[in-house]
């Protein structure tokens, strides 16, 4: 593969009404969510809950890539046929997490530094033949009372451009993913702080680390209040100062940023959504690489029962397609009952 493919896989990742679907969860995190639906979590039902959102009929239209964990790149379908290649033939490029999950940082209590460099190389190289053409790390920063420190945004700032290096040395598109967690009382103006010092912290360490521009997607928190913060900042005020941060810190060589959801509802991730891409034009597309609002639905109307299939994935199918809608501008409220 040549460099050109890089640039031409991030670009397909955002393509015109397109977006990503996180279904990257650890073991860990799809145990905490099968058992919300009172489902046990064994090999078994990750297999089926994962192949029942990737066989859903028309994803395609509206999904352009999945991440997937490690356990399922490796899974095959009930048909036999391995779970990336169902993606495949419906035309969806499959993605994988590569990182080994946030840790506790040395000599700074409470924060966390994300792990998985050490051998990185080999699996990424094992990771392209199993069929991954792009991939993602996910950093994790804390907000509280003294956090986070510089160091702790240093110092996985560094991680995520030594991954990203990785990654294009392997030929696979990297998503760089610092996180701001939006749990605590924090403001939005203190969110938009720690944000926009962390986006520079990264973009400083991509470039000293040689990281090609053209050829990653950038996966940001949006600028947001606090969960428990008492006052809510609305989406026009969202959406405002998430755009202006990135004008102040990500550079237009980067074709597009695909947000998280972060604990968001579906409604609230896809309106926030919308309304950064009602702002005037920005140099780089603005779309979603959601994992909890586009399942959320989903997972609840699957329930563990193969009964269910259908109806799950007609959930999914209708999150993906206002999804889809807020990454054109073109979502409103009101379709969310019509559906
Ligand atoms: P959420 O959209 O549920 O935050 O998940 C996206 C993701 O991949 C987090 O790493």
């Known amino acids: 593969?040549?460099?050109?493919?890089?640039?031409?896989?991030?670009?397909?990742?955002?393509?015109?009404?397109?977006?990503?679907?996180?279904?990257?969860?650890?073991?860990?995190?799809?145990?905490?969510?099968?058992?919300?639906?009172?489902?046990?979590?064994?090999?078994?039902?990750?297999?089926?809950?994962?192949?029942?959102?990737?066989?859903?009929?028309?994803?395609?239209?509206?999904?352009?890539g999945v991440?997937?964990?490690?356990?399922?790149?490796?899974?095959?379908?009930?048909?036999?046929?391995?779970?990336?290649?169902?993606?495949?033939d419906q035309g969806i490029i499959p993605g994988i997490k590569v990182d080994m999950g946030a840790k506790p940082l040395a000599f700074s209590e409470g924060e966390l530094v994300t792990e998985g460099l050490d051998g990185l190389r080999d699996r990424l190289a094992e990771y392209y033949e199993l069929g991954a053409r792009f991939a993602k790390w996910r950093s994790v920063i804390t907000i509280g009372d003294a956090a986070p420190s510089q160091?702790?945004?240093?110092?996985?700032a560094h991680a995520l451009a030594r991954y990203a290096a990785l990654c294009q040395e392997a030929n696979i598109v990297p998503i760089v993913e610092p996180e701001i967690l939006m749990d605590g009382s924090h403001s939005i103006d203190e969110c938009y702080?720690?944000?926009?010092t962390t986006l520079k912290s990264v973009f400083d360490e991509l470039y000293k680390q040689r990281v090609v521009l053209e050829q990653m997607l950038l996966k940001p928190n949006m600028v947001i209040s606090g969960s428990d913060c008492p006052e809510q900042a609305g989406?026009?005020?969202?959406?405002?100062k998430t755009v202006y941060c990135f004008e102040q810190t990500v550079p237009v060589a980067v074709p597009g940023v695909v947000f998280l959801s972060g604990g968001q509802s579906e409604a609230q991730a896809t309106e926030n959504l919308n309304t950064m891409n009602q702002l005037d034009n920005q140099p780089w597309e603005i779309s979603y690489s959601f994992g909890r609002a586009l399942q959320?639905?989903?997972?609840?109307?699957?329930?563990?029962?193969?009964?269910?299939?259908?109806?799950?994935?007609?959930?999914?199918?209708?999150?993906?397609?206002?999804?889809?809608?807020?990454?054109?501008?073109?979502?409103?409220?009101?379709?969310?009952?019509?559906?």
């Open 193 to 196: 702080a720690v944000t926009e």
């Open 67 to 88: 991440i997937l964990y490690d356990e399922t790149l490796r899974q095959s379908a009930k048909d036999g046929r391995r779970l990336a290649d169902v993606l495949k």
């Open 296 to 339: 959320a639905t989903a997972l609840k109307t699957w329930g563990g029962r193969p009964e269910n299939v259908a109806a799950a994935q007609s959930a999914l199918l209708t999150r993906a397609k206002l999804t889809s809608a807020a990454r054109n501008g073109k979502y409103s409220s009101d379709m969310e009952a019509a559906g």
């Open 151 to 156: 160091y702790c945004i240093d110092t996985n």
């Open 235 to 240: 989406t026009d005020e969202i959406a405002a």
């Open 1 to 64: 593969m040549s460099e050109h493919d890089m640039e031409e896989v991030a670009l397909l990742l955002v393509a015109p009404s397109k977006g990503i679907l996180a279904a990257d969860e650890s073991t860990g995190t799809i145990k905490k969510r099968l058992e919300s639906i009172n489902v046990d979590c064994t090999e078994e039902t990750r297999r089926d809950y994962r192949e029942m959102l990737f066989t859903a009929d028309g994803l395609s239209d509206y999904i352009s």
